[in-house]
């Protein structure tokens, strides 16, 4: 997992910020989170807190892979808990900076909860700002695959 994916799936910093901390790092060398608090968009509070959680993320990701493959077997997969189990797991794709896996199955839970339990209830707002946070997320991810 890249640093300036979590930081932005965090939301402590914008994809901007990490464009212009990756260019600082292609120019000066170093890590990452140093240019970040260097530019002083990031504290190294922030930045040990987030390291940190990168090693809770990752037994978050399997337990949350695991309930949805438990609720899509028991119910359907077409069924309101696993819509939200879906969700859940997308969640956790993002938090563990994959962005582009987690946009699709934000988007899939997106539609299953505005077919299963209607546009106007709230877990459908929750999968709606889950997807713009993924779309979000993913122009972070792109920025740091662009060659130097």
């Known amino acids: 997992m890249r640093l300036g994916e979590l930081l932005v799936g965090q939301g402590l910093v914008t994809p901007e910020e990490v464009e212009a901390g990756l260019k600082r790092q292609r120019e000066q060398g170093g890590r990452l ?15 040990l ?37 879906r969700y859940s797991y997308a969640r956790a794709l993002l938090a563990a900076g994959h962005a582009v896996e987690a946009v699709k199955h934000a988007e899939a839970a997106l539609a299953g909860h505005r077919e299963t339990v209607g546009e106007h ?20 991810t792109q920025g740091e695959h662009q060659p130097a």
Not at 63 to 72: D, E, K, L, N, S
Not at 121 to 140: E, G, I, N, S
């Open 33 to 47: 989170g140093n240019h970040l608090v260097a530019m002083g968009v990031l504290t190294v509070d922030k930045l």
């Open 121 to 140: 209830h709230a877990w459908t707002d929750a999968a709606l700002q889950l997807v713009a946070d993924t779309r979000y997320a993913m122009t972070a």
């Open 49 to 85: 807190t987030a390291l940190r959680g990168q090693q809770e993320v990752g037994a978050t990701l399997e337990m949350c892979a695991r309930t949805f493959q438990r609720w899509q077997g028991m119910h359907g997969p077409n069924h309101p808990n696993t819509h939200r189990a």
